[in-house]
């Protein structure tokens, strides 16, 4: 969470943007159109986001959002990007900070180890699971 009042106010304030930045990816496996969906949102995504992530690693230049060590903040940019990706490969094509940031977040064990299969990460929504919650909520 920080080392300091300053570190934890800009781990509060970076979570909060990923997690608002994480609701394009959230939504995307329930819209029926999903490649005009992502179309749609992607250079959104880009100038809102992820080019404000881009120049913050530019100005940390240490690997982290917060400080010198791993932060909520970075977990969850990670966690987001991974989602991100699965959608589009291409998607941090324009980021090299933040290209560079994914692949330092994976080469930490405890992260490794949450990246294979098998582990207590959930799967990305597939068809199933989309028919199963419009199913239970709007049915």
Do not use: C
Not at 4 to 18: F, H, K, Q, S, W
Not at 75 to 98: A, M, Q, R, T, W
């Amino acid at each position: 969470m920080g080392e300091n009042d300053t570190e934890r106010a800009l781990v509060d304030m970076y979570t909060e943007g990923i997690m608002d930045m994480s609701n394009v990816g959230l939504a995307y496996p329930f819209k029926p159109d999903k490649a005009q969906f992502w179309s749609e949102n992607k250079e959104k995504l880009g100038t809102k986001y992820f080019s404000v992530y881009e120049n913050i690693l530019q100005t940390t230049n240490n690997g982290h959002l917060v400080g010198n060590k791993q932060t909520m903040a970075d977990v969850l940019l990670f966690e987001s990007f991974v989602h991100y990706l699965h959608i589009d490969k291409d998607v941090l094509n324009n980021y090299p900070n933040l290209q560079k940031f994914m692949a330092s977040q994976k080469e930490i064990p405890w992260v490794q180890k949450f990246l294979q299969p098998g582990s207590n990460r959930k799967p990305f929504p597939d068809e199933k699971y989309v028919a199963m919650v419009a199913e239970i909520f709007f049915s």
